[in-house]
Each structure stands twice: as C-alpha cells, then as structure tokens.
C-alpha cells in the first residue's frame, strides 16, 4: 500500500518566518505535488515535479518553492510567511502515465496557521 | 485559462435516494476525469476515474458518465448510505501534467 507521509499534521508560524513542508512517499513514484486546499475553492495546484530536481510551477506558486533533492522527498518552502498563506496543504504522489497524472495518493495533509 | 465548475456545493439527501454531482471543464484537451472522495479529517481518495474513450463506468453504487461535446461529466451515487457523507471533488486532466480540481461538494446522507 502506496504511503505518503507529510512531517506535521498541525503548523503555526508567525508572518515572516521561513516554513519547510516536508513530503516523502515510499512507492518509487515519479511524480510529486503540492496542493493547497482552501474552503470553497476545491485542490489548488502550488507545484510539482516528476522527476528528481525538476520543477514545475502549478496555478499558485506565487510565495512558495519547492525543493526535490531524492525520488522520495519532496519539499515546500515559504519563503517568508504571510496570513493568507493559512490553509491546508496536501502533497500527492503519482506513477508517470504519460502526460496526464495516473491516480493520486496524498498524504494526510498539514493544516498551517501562519498568525 | 483552464477551469473545472462542479455543482452544487452542498447536497443533502435521504438514506437509500440517488446523488448526482455535476462537472462542466473549459479545456478541450482534456482527456481523463477522476473523482476523489474526502471524508471528513482524512486524506482525499481516488473512487473512480474515466478516460475520453468511454461514455460511462460503473463500479457498483457509483457510476461516471462523460459527454465530451458538452465538455461536462457527472458522478452518480445511487442507493445512498450514510458513509457516503464526504467531500466529493471531480477534476480533469490531458495537456499537461497537471489535474484541475472542481471546488467541491459536500454530500451529507441523512439517516
């Protein structure tokens, strides 16, 4: 059974401060995201990458890199918190099937209060 | 640029009734639709998905139908049950890596 695994199920940082998302998926998958999940707004897409130190940007990725150093591993970074950078963020993982994701797997997501 | 509407955003119905969530996609090159099941505190999961080669798929209580003229496909639920109650998201790929994800809609099964 395909794990995703986010480092924190709960975040609080201040406005300013530079926050590190950590993801790490153990099935060998090519493909990694990051989403931002926000009340009415459905999955927003911040970045991805499907392969190692490859870097797509997504919809949202204004505030925020990314970093994949390992196959495994894949990292957000907020540069420097602000408020409206408060949501829920869930990383997903994904064979390559071509063009097109196959069946996402996230993981259990991080819900961060930047105060 | 690209966009997926789903509706409605909520939906309430009664313990063995039909649920029908609908999506409308604004890229024509889209050419694979999934659908995620989000229980309340849990991590969203894959329950079905479609591809532009197929009209519709059952898998048992559940069924996805596709009109790719129309640019809109729609989840079924039928005979509901109350662990049916979640967060439905449809969303729509093909041109690129990426999946567009409608907004949502919350499904409440009343007993």
């Known amino acids: 059974d395909v794990k995703v695994t986010q480092s924190s199920r709960y975040l609080v940082k201040r406005t300013g401060e530079k926050v590190f998302l950590e993801c790490v998926q153990d099935?060998?998958?090519?493909?990694m995201f990051w989403y931002r999940q926000d009340p009415g707004l459905g999955l927003r897409l911040i970045y991805f990458?499907?392969?190692?130190?490859?870097?797509e940007k997504g919809d949202i990725p204004e505030g925020y890199s990314v970093s994949r150093e390992k196959k495994e591993r894949f990292s957000l970074i907020l540069e420097s918190a602000s408020t409206n950078q408060t949501s829920m963020y869930l990383c997903?993982?994904?064979?390559?099937?071509?063009?097109?994701?196959?069946?996402?797997?996230f993981g259990s997501g991080t819900q961060l209060s930047v105060l | 640029g690209e966009n997926v509407e789903q509706h409605p955003s909520t939906l309430s119905v009664q313990e063995g009734d039909s649920a029908v969530i609908k999506c409308t996609y604004s890229d024509s090159a889209s050419n694979y639709f999934p659908w995620y099941k989000q229980e309340l505190g849990k991590r969203p999961q894959l329950i079905i998905d479609i591809r532009s080669n197929v009209g519709e798929k059952k898998d048992q209580r559940i069924a996805v139908t596709l009109n790719k003229t129309a640019k809109h496909f729609s989840l079924h639920i039928t005979e509901t049950q109350p662990e049916d109650s979640a967060v439905y998201f449809c969303?729509?790929?093909?041109?690129?890596?990426?999946?567009?994800f409608g907004s949502g809609t919350r499904l409440l099964v009343r007993p």
């Open positions: 969303a729509a790929g093909g041109s690129s890596y990426k999946l567009i």
């Open positions: 990458s499907y392969d190692v130190k490859m870097k």
């Open positions: 099935m060998d998958h090519e493909n």
């Open positions: 997903a993982s994904s064979l390559p099937t071509g063009p097109v994701g196959e069946k996402l797997f």
